[in-house]
């Protein structure tokens, strides 16, 4: 079953405006990782969020992490077209792997 | 910089036929994993491995077998196609297992499309 799960599953939103994606997952982790994939691409990882920390920011992007809610949001601001593909979170398993969740796809219109 | 190669990336397979997808990764990754990717489904894990001669199963293992014979490979076999299997697959590594681990960016291959017909 599915670790994380994104919400919206879409989202749709103008160049310029911030756009912000939320992941919740069931049980505890060490750590909450974002990635992006671009349509017939590959995932490529965006950040990740130790769960000993509460925010960080890397360029346009700033990840929270609440333990105690078990949810997580992606934060992109001054957006552009070129955002636009679909974002996942994924949360380590109990079994060394990595779960993701079902994705957000965001479109920015230029 | 090669990264995480898949291949094919396309192939067309008839119900009960077989298969093996390539996966290789030149970064010296302990771990390896393919995942698998339906519409509205997200990435479900099917095997992975923690190192040479490790494998297990992940979410959804039925109807593939994997082996880990070299650090580098990590091949895919279907062993008898079904329409379910139709999707696309990734391909993944990363340093160690991420659970026992301060966190590792996963590479991902850039897939290999599927369909059984």
């Known amino acids: 079953s599915q670790q994380g799960e994104e919400d919206p599953q879409a989202l749709s939103i103008q160049e310029g405006e911030n756009a912000t994606m939320n992941c919740s997952y069931k049980?505890?982790?060490?750590?909450l990782q974002w990635y992006r994939q671009n349509s017939g691409r590959g995932l490529v990882h965006l950040i990740l969020?130790?769960?000993?920390?509460r925010e960080k920011h890397s360029g346009r992007l700033r990840v929270t992490l609440d333990t105690s809610k078990k949810s997580s949001s992606l934060l992109i601001t001054a957006s552009r077209a070129a955002d636009t593909a679909s974002y996942f979170c994924?949360?380590?398993?109990?079994?060394?792997?990595?779960?993701f969740g079902a994705g957000t796809r965001l479109t920015v219109k230029p | 910089n090669a990264g995480v190669t898949q291949t094919p990336k396309f192939q067309v397979l008839k119900t009960g036929q077989s298969m093996t997808l390539q996966c290789a990764q030149d970064?010296?990754?302990?771990?390896m994993s393919w995942y698998r990717q339906d519409p509205g489904m997200g990435l479900r894990l099917i095997h992975y491995?923690?190192?040479?001669?490790?494998?297990d199963q992940g979410e959804v293992p039925n109807g593939y077998n994997v082996s880990r014979s070299t650090t580098e490979d990590f091949p895919l076999r279907l062993l008898s196609a079904a329409p379910s299997q139709t999707s696309v697959y990734f391909c993944?590594?990363?340093?160690?297992?991420?659970?026992?681990?301060?966190?590792?960016?996963?590479?991902f291959g850039e897939g290999s499309w599927l369909t059984v017909v």
């Open positions: 049980t505890s982790i060490n750590n």
């Open positions: 970064m010296n990754h302990e771990y």
């Open positions: 491995s923690v190192g040479a001669g490790i494998t």
């Open positions: 994924a949360t380590d398993g109990k079994n060394n792997d990595m779960r």
């Open positions: 969020i130790r769960s000993n920390e």
């Open positions: 993944a590594s990363s340093y160690s297992p991420t659970g026992k681990s301060i966190g590792n960016t996963i590479y």
